[in-house]
């Protein structure tokens, strides 16, 4: 009898190791966060400039800001829009300086994890792009457009609810104050 090993070598699939991976499936992380965070950093959502390969679209100009084709980058760095949301959310959470291209995006989600403070603005930086890839779908197919003060404001609560909901067994002094600090969002 042959080890099960042997046997299904031939069908195992073989893929490179991403660094960012503990980043992204992180506890913290709301579950639909952490699916398009991935989907994003592995550049496969369908965005307009995507489809257009694949199908005959009418326009690939983003309908959130009207400004640029709808791409990654443009979606989740560089739009009017998006650098809005990010200064809302800098506001209240004014301790992250957000990337300004993919390249500074991965490096970002390689070391995100080493602190209870850095998986805290992880999952800040996660919701935030969760939300722009959401009102991106409420302004195409229902037509309603969400305000960045109104997004702002629902990635605090829904970051605050997640943290304060998981429980941490032994926290340093540093822990203890980011905790205070998110329970006064």
Not at 122 to 145: E, G, M, P, Q
Request: with cysteine; hydrophobic share 45%.
């Amino acid at each position: 009898m042959q080890p099960f090993q042997s046997i299904c070598q031939p069908f195992l699939v073989s893929a490179q190791k991403v660094l960012y991976a503990g980043t992204v499936w992180n506890k913290l992380l709301v579950p639909k966060h952490r699916f398009i965070y991935w989907q994003i950093l592995n550049s496969h959502l369908l965005t307009r400039d995507q489809m257009s390969r694949i199908l005959p679209i009418q326009s690939v100009i983003f309908p959130v800001c009207a400004s640029a084709n709808e791409s990654h980058s443009h979606l989740f760095l560089d739009c009017i829009f998006s650098r809005k949301l990010f200064g809302e959310v800098s506001c209240w959470l004014s301790m992250f300086q957000w990337p300004k291209s993919y390249l500074e995006l991965q490096q970002w989600c390689m070391t995100a994890i080493n602190s209870l403070q850095n998986q805290v603005i992880n999952a800040v930086f996660a919701a935030t792009l969760y939300f722009i890839w959401k009102n991106r779908n409420k302004c195409i197919f229902d037509s309603v457009c969400f305000s960045t003060s109104s997004l702002s404001l629902e990635i605090r609560k829904i970051v605050k609810y997640r943290v304060l909901g998981l429980s941490f067994l032994q926290l340093s002094k540093r822990d203890n104050y980011i905790l205070n600090v998110v329970k006064g969002w």
